[in-house]
């Protein structure tokens, strides 16, 4: 937050606002701006001091003399009007002290990475990953000498325990540290919730309170139905290209939590340029005030479009978080979820050609791979999105060749449905 725009406090009286509400103006205040009601695009690349002084002090921000960034603008790389007050916004979702904006879900996720560890290090993280995510510390963050565990979503916190000391164990020998703990949940494409609680207790055990931070990705829940720095997480990870920008219409990624963990990124962004451009951020200030009602929407007709699949006798099984058979996965649900979402595995009675057969037949759904916009995506995660995991990998992690990943948007309920029985009639 800057100069340029004037954070207004999200009270009311004693009042505290809402969300919702905070998203028509928070962060931005019209007399700066000529008066427009809504923030213009800020198109330039580096703004003018008021004096030689101003300019100093700003630079002292960006380069980390002084923490917390700049308190002034300075250069596109760093910083803008726009970027700020989307910041400001996304951080009122998860009541998180900063937040940081970037040009897609994978650079916040690699510029976390990157300004968390260093050689010798190691990363325990939660399985499955997204595929690309998992492929960055497998096989990127490796070259520079940095190793990772791995435990399954659901993991119990004695489990997860057991895989933070080997962690602590392979640091040690390495001359390094437990650097990061980077969880998914749900996961990417089973759907699988991570105990974030269990998560926090253990590091607390195993490591004291001063152990590594926990990153989370909240992508396929959040910012609504799953806010994760309540239950014990200290970063929050966002492909901001899913249901926050919502319209499949812009690429996008995000990061909350303090400021402690989020100035050493920062400075790190400011290095890389991985920093999201003005006109995308504009167009995600448009797409956060009306988040709650997509989701919401998606999120009621994901219920009905699972409640008769359910029932389909073509089909084999739903990974659908409203509708849970795993007692634990359950409970984990009940504590962390206020909302069953609206991405879903659908499993066909069959294999591979079955699923494609059920695709190449989807007359409304649109057969593409991505999640969270205005209109229901069906895609195909063993031939598409994790193509390059080995097969091994795969079966382990549930991703099977009948599995068909489902993102249901906001059109009419009975006519997806509609559209539904009649690719599974095709079947
Ligand atoms: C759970 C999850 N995290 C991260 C990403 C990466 O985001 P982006 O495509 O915006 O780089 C994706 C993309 O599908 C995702 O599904």
Known sequence: MTDRTKRQPPTLGGRQLKPSTLMMGHGYDPRLSEGALKPPIFLTSTFAFESAAAGKRHFEGITGKRPGGADGLVYGRFNGPDQEILEDRLSIWDGAEDSLVFSSGMSAIATLLLAQCSQGDVVVHSGPLYAATETYIAKVLSRFGVSYLDFPAGASRAEIEAILEQGKVLAAQKGGKLALVYLESPANPTNALVDIEAVGQARDAVLGTDGPPIAIDNTFLGPLWQQPLLHGADIVVYSLTKYVGGHSDLVAGGLSGAKRWMDPIRSLRNVMGTILDPYSSWMLLRS??????????????????????????????????????????QDIFDRHCSGAGSTFSLFIKGGEAESFRFLDALRLAKLAVSLGGTETLASHPAAMTHLSVPDERKALLGITDNLVRISIGIEDADDLIADFAQALDAV
């Open 288 to 329: 956060l005030e009306t988040v709650e009602l997509r989701m919401t929407r998606a999120g009621e007709n994901a219920a009905k479009v699972c409640a008769f699949l359910a029932e389909h006798p073509k089909v084999e099984g739903l990974g659908y978080l409203g509708m849970i058979a795993d007692p634990r996965q």
